[in-house]
């Protein structure tokens, strides 16, 4: 992997050397962050990730105000360096995507910004200045509303965990998912004890009759969707598909979920969401923050219809009282400070490129044997294994090469699970390792095709 590797992953294998090389010795101090930082010539700040990396892999230890030494009796082998492991599994955008230093700053400036009220009791909606600031965004995105129809959660998660719970004014009592559809949504629907329906989408969509067939039934309380990038096949609805549901839920009287996660990176400005195209207030429009901003921030935002709101803020206050404001003084001065505008750009392109380059390897090295899904930009690619291979199989091999994948049975209803699928995540690998990891990934799944043959 060495002339690929980022400097963080360098100066992780150079450490390891040094000690498998008894240059540095157990009890011994490590050199300091200065003085590697010029040997690579690097940010300090890499060289503090490469030192963090290495302990909490147990291997250093860190001593406050003199530096980092070497644990005792530790053997150094086993210690993988980062540059082993590909993970296509986690979701979570790697360190250089992430806006830290930003969100610190804006952190500090809510802290000012907010002084009492941070340590007081705010509005369960969410502070109305922010509110104010998602409405601005959301007109962006072709998305109408008013603040007093927004309201902030602790991510997206929130939202579902409200959603699965409350009673809505028909009679129907099951959530309809896609086929597959994000395990997220799945766990909160389950923990409310919600009964699940699903219909099976792939890359050309739904099929609508079915889909109004379910409708007609009035056993549908709603329906859960992704419309764009779907988590895990990658795939989009067409403005057609679109049309016609949001046309299915006004004939029948259905609400629709619209989960719109990755908006941010898309490309087309004329792919309106689900939530434009609905005319009769049908549409309740959840977007979250994790993928594009930090997970961490725990921001998401919902745009309820007027029938709906006051149940959804009652059910939201005896969850939380409210989502914690110190996040939503630091997004607020975010997205007021045109910061995450610029932010989104520049992942947006970044998201766009990493996907056509992806969709070029996949051309190459899994060729016309192995089919998989061809999204236009978004960060999931599905693959389809030959007959006989297991997707719980190929997973565990691949593990053991230092490369992890996503079952796509965990994105399925148990009557769905055909454990036949897996999916690849290009969030958290560098541009650089897609090639080699797609090529041991299909190595893996020829060489086991052949054994079961």
């Not at 995507?97 to 941070?118: D, G, N, T």
């Not at 329906?197 to 309380?221: P, T, Y």
């Not at 996660?261 to 549409?283: F, G, I, M, Q, R």
Request: charged fraction near 25%.
């Amino acid at each position: 992997m060495s002339g690929m590797e980022t400097k963080h992953e360098q100066i992780v294998a150079f450490m390891i050397r040094e000690m498998e090389g008894g240059h540095i010795r157990p009890g011994h101090k490590l050199p300091s962050v200065r003085t590697v930082a010029k040997m690579f010539s690097c940010s300090p700040n890499t060289v503090v990730r490469a030192y963090q990396s290495l302990e909490r892999e147990d291997v250093i230890y860190p001593v406050p105000k003199s530096g980092y030494y070497l644990v005792e009796g530790k053997s150094i082998a086993p210690v993988r360096t980062e540059s082993m492991t590909l993970d296509f599994a986690s979701t979570t955008p790697r360190g250089d995507f992430l806006p830290f230093r930003e969100m610190e700053h804006c952190l500090r400036k809510a802290i000012s910004l907010y002084k009492e009220e941070l340590f007081g009791y705010t509005d369960p909606q969410g502070i109305f200045s922010l509110r104010n600031e998602l409405c601005k965004y959301f007109h962006e995105q072709q998305i109408f509303s008013k603040p007093d129809r927004i309201a902030v959660v602790t991510g997206a998660q929130q939202a579902f965990s409200i959603l699965t719970r409350l009673s809505f004014p028909g009679r129907g009592q099951a959530v309809l998912v896609e086929q597959p559809t994000y395990f997220g949504f799945l766990a909160a629907a389950r923990a409310a004890g919600c009964p699940i329906i699903g219909i099976e989408r792939d890359e050309q969509g739904i099929d609508l009759e079915v889909l109004e067939a379910h409708f007609r039934s009035g056993c549908i309380k709603f329906f859960y969707t992704i419309p764009r990038f779907l988590n895990p096949l990658g795939t989009t609805y067409t403005l057609e598909q679109k049309q016609r549901i949001a046309e299915l839920a006004r004939q029948y009287d259905v609400y629709i979920v619209e989960d719109d996660y990755l908006v941010d990176l898309e490309d087309d400005t004329k792919a309106d969401p689900l939530y434009a195209l609905d005319s009769s207030n049908h549409v309740i429009y959840v977007k979250s923050f994790s993928k594009t901003i930090l997970p961490g921030l725990r921001m998401g935002a919902v745009i309820l219809p007027e029938p709906l709101l006051d149940l959804f803020l009652a059910q939201k206050h005896a969850a939380d009282v409210s989502s914690p404001i110190l996040s939503q003084g630091a997004l607020e001065i975010y997205m007021k400070s045109g910061l995450y505008r610029r932010h989104t750009a520049r992942i947006r392109a970044h998201y766009r490129e990493k996907m056509r380059y992806a969709i070029e390897v996949c051309a190459d090295v899994f060729g016309s044997g192995i089919p998989y899904t061809c999204p236009s930009s978004g960060v999931f690619i599905t693959l389809w294994l030959p007959k006989y291979v297991k997707a719980s199989a190929i997973q565990e091999r691949l593990k053991q090469r230092g490369i992890l994948v996503t079952n796509v049975d965990l994105h399925l209803l148990p009557e769905n699970q055909h454990n036949d699928r897996i999916r690849l995540c290009i969030i958290g690998v560098e541009n650089s390792q897609i090639e080699g990891g797609f090529t041991v990934i299909a190595e893996e799944i020829r060489s086991m095709e052949r054994r079961m043959r």
